[in-house]
C-alpha cells in the first residue's frame, strides 16, 4: 500500500487516517465513515462543505522513521514489547452547514511531516469544489502523488526544516 502523511491507498478508495482504526475512505460517489473495516456514517460529496484534519504535526520530514527507530530502542532496552499505539486526532466534516467531528487515527507515533497535512487539505478542498475531479478516486494512487506534489510544493528547503 502507498501512503502519504494522512493519505493511504486502499482498496478502491483513498483513505485519509489509519485504514485498520478510525478513518475516512473517500470514493468517487461519497465519503464514508470508518472504524476499521466497519462504515459507521456516510455523506455524498455533494454534501460536504468542508474537511479538516486536526492532528499532530512536525517540521520533520520523516516522523514514522524516527518513531519506529526509538520504539524499536526502547523495546530492545526493556526486552518487551510496548504498547504504544499513536493517539487519535479528529476529522472535522461540514456538511449543510453542520460539522461533525469524529476521532481520526494516526499511523505512528508523532505528528505527521505538516506539508503532507497541507497536501491532504489541499486535496480535499480541490475534490470538493471540483466534483469532476472525484471520478480520480477510482484511481487513488494517482490523486497519491498529487497530494506528495501538493505538499513539496508548500515544503520548507531541503533541509526539512
Known amino acids: 500500500m502507498k501512503r502519504y502523511g494522512p493519505l493511504i491507498v486502499v482498496p478502491g478508495a ?38 479538516v484534519l486536526d492532528v499532530p504535526t512536525t517540521r520533520f520530514r520523516l516522523p514514522g522513521l524516527v518513531s519506529t527507530v526509538v520504539i524499536g530502542a ?9 504498547d504504544l499505539d499513536p493517539a487519535d486526532g479528529s476529522i472535522a466534516v461540514t456538511a449543510a452547514g453542520e460539522t461533525t467531528t469524529t476521532p481520526l487515527s494516526r499511523h505512528h507515533v508523532g505528528g ?14 480541490h475534490l470538493i ?33
Open 74 to 82: 526502547l523495546t530492545f532496552l526493556t526486552l518487551d514489547s510496548l
Open 129 to 161: 469544489a471540483h466534483p469532476e475531479q472525484r471520478a480520480l478516486l477510482a484511481r487513488p494512487e494517482s490523486l497519491l502523488e498529487v497530494a506528495a506534489k501538493l505538499a513539496r510544493s508548500a515544503a520548507p528547503g531541503p533541509s526539512g526544516f
Open 112 to 125: 505527521y511531516w505538516a506539508p503532507t497535512v497541507d497536501g491532504a487539505h489541499r486535496l480535499l478542498r
Open 14 to 51: 483513498l483513505a485519509v487516517g489509519d485504514p485498520g482504526r478510525h478513518h475516512l475512505r473517500l470514493t468517487p460517489d461519497a465519503v464514508l465513515f470508518r472504524r476499521g473495516s466497519e462504515n459507521t456514517g456516510i455523506l455524498a460529496w455533494s454534501e460536504i462543505d468542508r474537511v
